[in-house]
């Protein structure tokens, strides 16, 4: 039984859908799914290509085009992207600088569903943010965002559901320099909630507050992240920020106090409401060159400052502010990229660290002594030796091959980036719906050809499930973007001259008319009958013996000849009586004949 359950059909799964259970039925569903995508006979079949002189993303199953400017869903008539709608053409003043998108799932449906719909969310050149339904491409909203300062960067906060828009740069003109006259301005951040879309804070990163060699700022967690030239990190509570410098309480669509104008209108746009004259109290500082922040309880990952330091990354614990055991990460590797070191996105806790050719997955915890430890998850090395077809015609010694004319070339240089010997990761993927891990590998099987393959593993174990190569080549040259999302693969490739080809994949679970025929023409087990198949047979002692099988199949005894009648296989006149009476003698069993 207990093989059976691991082993399920699919079939199983889909009955017991119809039965009413409390689980959730969209897991069930994907669950269903994973068992599809992973199993032997399924492959991924390239369905549709599209190249395009402008940046192609991919977002919750649909391609954007042209800029975001057309959308295709993926869902299209086979299988094949199709157009969902084309926004109008605009000015290079009113074009789209970034976007995100944004949706969410309502357990019931409300009267009022505009401010909830699933949103394409647009920064334009002319200091404008765009909301546009992501079906129809419909405009739902249209705010002005400032006349004075110049928004470029666009991006998202899971919890709080908020977005941040980062404005660019201020530079001192050449005119300032020379009166020597400073610009204490370096940025300016604004903060507006989602679902619906509401403005919450819009912020000032000044020099005279927060230093002079201040050089950027973000937030992030619900903390402000201000960091300095010289290394310095330095974190800060936004909530403590809004609930002690908030001077104005505005909403967006309604007149601003102490302001002529209507918030989020031209000319007044969103105004600056949180005025900060002292610097707030630090939560902590930290020097280095990168910082990450999360995993359960809460750590944040550095990229040490000074070189002389331990491990290309180390680990936090963010309440003791006292490194983990065993929290320095490196790779003894001497290849060209630089390892990876993040938060896994399945918001699980655990860490990644992606290095040229492994991967390896931490987790953390707790112990006896309060401090925390991380300790070894699985790792997953793709590294793998090709063994190259041995000919009398192969040099053995190693850095030599053969030309087209038979010559003997030896190198004198060892490449320093990718050995032909060897897979590459190259990028890594998480399936959310399916939860499996995807890691996207070089193989070169020479030194002219280089093929891509999209593994899939466990996210759990790390355990190897299943290998989908892709079918054009892979150029090591240009830029390569894999997504996966359930049965679509979506591979984008951007070329160094500014060209962008995108390769759709699906799911394609056709059964060769090969394996058909052998299914068809596969020899069955016969079961065993322990019922004993007789004849009935009525023997006449004193006149002729007549016996009588199954059917209407009857076997006569005559003196003259012994001829048979209405033989058991047939009753054909014609037929030879040696093969009658085989066919007759082989089908009844009895002593009678």
């Not at 070191?341 to 997955?361: E, K």
């Not at 897979?423 to 891509?452: A, P, W």
């Amino acid at each position: 039984m207990t093989g059976r359950r691991r082993h399920r059909n699919i079939i199983y799964d889909l009955q017991e859908k119809e039965m009413p259970r409390r689980e959730n039925l969209h897991r069930r569903n994907m669950n269903v799914m994973r068992k599809l995508v992973c199993q032997k006979s399924s492959k991924f079949k390239m369905v549709w290509e599209k190249h395009s002189k402008y940046p192609i993303n991919f977002e919750k199953n649909k391609l954007y085009f042209e800029n975001y400017r057309s959308c295709y869903t993926c869902c299209g008539k086979n299988g094949v992207p199709q157009l969902l709608y084309k926004l109008p053409v605009c000015t290079p003043s009113q074009k789209i600088e970034d976007a995100i998108m944004c949706s969410v799932q309502l357990d019931k449906l409300l009267e009022e569903k505009r401010g909830w719909r699933p949103s394409l969310f647009t920064l334009t050149a002319d200091n404008r943010l765009i909301r546009y339904d992501v079906e129809t491409g419909e405009l739902l909203q249209d705010v002005f965002l400032s006349v004075r300062y110049k928004f470029r960067h666009l991006s998202w906060e899971t919890d709080p559901k908020t977005l941040l828009l980062r404005s660019v740069h201020t530079r001192h003109t050449v005119m300032a320099r020379a009166a020597g006259i400073s610009q204490p301005l370096l940025m300016v951040l604004a903060v507006l909630s989602v679902f619906p879309l509401e403005f919450i804070a819009m912020l000032e990163i000044d020099k005279n507050v927060f230093g002079k060699d201040v050089c950027d700022a973000m937030i992030a967690h619900s903390t402000l992240v201000v960091t300095h030239q010289n290394g310095l990190v330095k974190l800060y509570s936004f909530q403590h920020i809004l609930e002690k410098h908030t001077i104005i309480h505005s909403k967006l669509g309604s007149e601003c106090d102490g302001m002529q104008g209507i918030v989020g209108k031209a000319p007044l746009g969103l105004p600056c409401n949180i005025k900060l004259t002292e610097c707030p109290p630090a939560l902590f500082t930290v020097r280095c060159h990168s910082l990450q922040i999360g995993g359960f309880p809460w750590h944040y990952i550095i990229s040490p400052y000074k070189a002389s330091e331990a491990g290309s990354f180390q680990i936090y614990c963010y309440e003791s502010q006292q490194r983990a055991v065993d929290g320095v990460l490196d790779y003894e590797s001497s290849t060209l990229e630089p390892d990876k070191c993040l938060f896994h996105p399945d918001d699980s806790g655990r860490i990644l660290h992606i290095g040229a050719n492994t991967l390896r997955v931490f987790g953390i915890r707790k112990m006896d002594t309060g401090q925390t430890e991380i300790h070894k998850c699985f790792e997953i090395d793709t590294a793998h030796k090709h063994t190259p077809q041995v000919t009398n015609d192969t040099p053995s010694c190693p850095g030599m091959f053969l030309s087209s004319s038979g010559r003997i070339i030896k190198k004198r240089f060892k490449d320093l980036g990718i050995e032909p010997e060897y897979e590459t990761l190259q990028s890594f993927d998480y399936e959310d719906d399916l939860d499996l891990i995807g890691l996207t590998v070089i193989r070169n099987e020479n030194d002219e050809c280089s093929k891509g393959v999209v593994s899939f593993y466990d996210n759990d174990t790390g355990t190897h499930l299943k290998d989908l190569p892709f079918e054009e080549t892979w150029n090591e040259i240009c830029d390569h973007t894999v997504c996966i999302d359930i049965d679509v693969i979506v591979h984008i490739v951007k070329e160094p001259s500014r060209k962008f080809h995108c390769y759709l994949y699906r799911l394609d679970r056709d059964i060769p008319d090969e394996e058909i025929l052998e299914e068809k023409t596969f020899p069955k087990k016969r079961r065993k009958n322990t019922r004993r198949r007789t004849c009935d047979r009525n023997i006449d002692t004193e006149d002729s013996g007549s016996s009588s099988c199954h059917g209407n199949n009857v076997i006569t005894n005559d003196d003259n000849d012994n001829s048979v009648s209405n033989g058991c296989h047939g009753n054909s006149p014609n037929a030879n009586d040696e093969d009658i009476d085989n066919s007759a003698s082989s089908s009844c069993v009895g002593d009678g004949s």
